[in-house]
């Protein structure tokens, strides 16, 4: 059988403390695990959720880090999907493909919910952690833990795709970019000719946007506070714009009444901001409108609206990963992004080289013009 590993990681001693760069012990993959050598890892904000200790449920210490390219170093027992030298990307919602997962025969969702309580534990599939650092276990963080130069992610979890794409580029599929597409293109399905509204213009709201342009949208309004967002977001397809700040009035009244008559046929917040998914909810057309939630409240929160919002043909609706199902359709989206199709250098606006920059890239991510900062390890 394999051999340990010894490298560096990012480890999370605690909420509310820097990432300290360690040298950690990477056990070998046990039966249905890959250990994979991390070439990329875009940061994305739960991570600094959990880092900032937000996350009630965040165990410490750990190994963060969800969105990441990568290549296949060793496999366990029972693998046959996966060699070493594949370039994969961890995926935090994992597809089974089992006929008896009823989620994964399913065409409506992707929400496998195979390893959910050991991933939800820290823990790979078989209860256990493979990291540890000074003798001490490190727990695992949304099945991928890739603040890391290698990590075991369960095979179910992994994603094979074509070697032609950059790795760097590829860790925007494990996560931000992915989601947003597929929030436009699988949960809400924008059609031609439609309007939308995006509430939120980072690496989510702006994939959204570039996915609506892809679908055909007429209008495509951006709704942020920073009116930096604009001149990019009007890159990705954005026609209007509007800053909640600059009204005395709410934006919904802005934008159904205003900028349309009765409001737009797809919403979305990709924000993460209760009041906002109300906003969104109450931009969405009378009679039909969706309303999509991609943000991921603070702890407690809850959402409001009047019950009269959904009677009068409003609905509500939120996404996991953008619906797609990871193994099967995240080497497409890479495909289609290699063709063309689906630009994505924009979203690069920060790249550092070394586990050590790990935290840099935690400073990038809050500076507010961030869109994704990519660390190569
Ligand atoms: P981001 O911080 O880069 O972008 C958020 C944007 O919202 C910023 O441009 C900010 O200026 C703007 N904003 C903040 N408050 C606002 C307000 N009140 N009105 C209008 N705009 C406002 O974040 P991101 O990486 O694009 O992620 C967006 C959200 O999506 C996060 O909550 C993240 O956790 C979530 N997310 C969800 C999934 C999923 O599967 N559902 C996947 C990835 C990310
Ligand atoms: O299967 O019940 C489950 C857990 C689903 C987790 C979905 C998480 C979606 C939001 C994650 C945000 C990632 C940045
Ligand atoms: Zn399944």
């Not at 990681?9 to 990432?19: R, Y």
């Not at 409506?108 to 003798?135: A, E, F, V, W, Y």
């Not at 900028?259 to 046929?265: E, I, M, N, V």
């Amino acid at each position: 059988q394999g051999k340990q590993i010894e490298c560096k990681a990012a480890v999370a001693w605690g909420p509310k403390k820097p990432l300290v760069t360690e040298t950690i012990t990477v056990d070998p993959p046990k039966a249905g695990e890959v250990r994979v050598k991390v070439v990329a890892n875009a940061l994305c904000h739960t991570d600094i959720y959990t880092l900032e200790g937000h996350d009630p449920e965040g165990l410490f210490p750990c190994v963060l880090g969800h969105e990441a390219g990568s290549i296949v170093e060793s496999v366990g027992p029972g693998v046959t999907s996966v060699k070493p030298g594949d370039h994969v990307v961890p995926c935090y919602t994992p597809q089974c493909s089992r006929p008896e997962c009823i989620f994964c025969i399913s065409p409506k969702t992707n929400l496998c919910p195979t390893i959910r309580g050991t991933q939800g534990s820290g823990m790979m599939p078989d209860g256990t952690s493979r990291l540890s650092c000074k003798g001490k276990p490190l727990y695992h963080f949304m099945g991928c833990s890739t603040f890391s130069e290698y990590a075991v992610i369960a095979e179910i979890s992994v994603a094979k795709i074509n070697k032609a794409m950059p790795l760097e580029k590829a860790s925007l599929f494990g996560c931000g970019v992915a989601t947003g597409l597929g929030a436009a293109w699988n949960t809400v399905k924008v059609e031609a000719g439609q309007s939308v509204a995006v509430f939120g213009l980072g690496a989510v709201g702006l994939s959204v946007v570039q996915a609506c342009k892809i679908s055909g949208a007429s209008m495509i309004i951006g709704v942020d506070l920073n009116p930096d967002k604009f001149k990019l977001a009007a890159k990705f397809g954005c026609t209007h714009f509007v800053n909640p700040a600059d009204h005395d009035k709410p934006v919904q009244q802005v934008i159904a009444g205003e900028l349309t008559k009765w409001g737009c046929d797809a919403t979305f917040d990709c924000t993460g901001n209760v009041n906002v998914m109300r906003s969104a909810l109450e931009c969405a057309h009378r009679g039909w409108g969706q309303s999509c939630v991609i943000g991921v409240a603070a702890a407690g929160k809850e959402i409001a609206t009047r019950p009269f919002q959904l009677v009068t043909g409003r609905r509500w609706c939120g996404t996991a990963f953008g619906g797609w199902k990871s193994r099967a359709q995240v080497p497409v989206l890479i495909e289609r992004s290699l063709k063309g199709e689906i630009p994505v250098d924009d979203y690069v606006t920060h790249v550092f080289d070394g586990v050590d920059k790990t935290n840099d890239a935690v400073d990038a991510l809050h500076s507010g013009n961030c869109l994704r900062a990519v660390v190569r390890y």
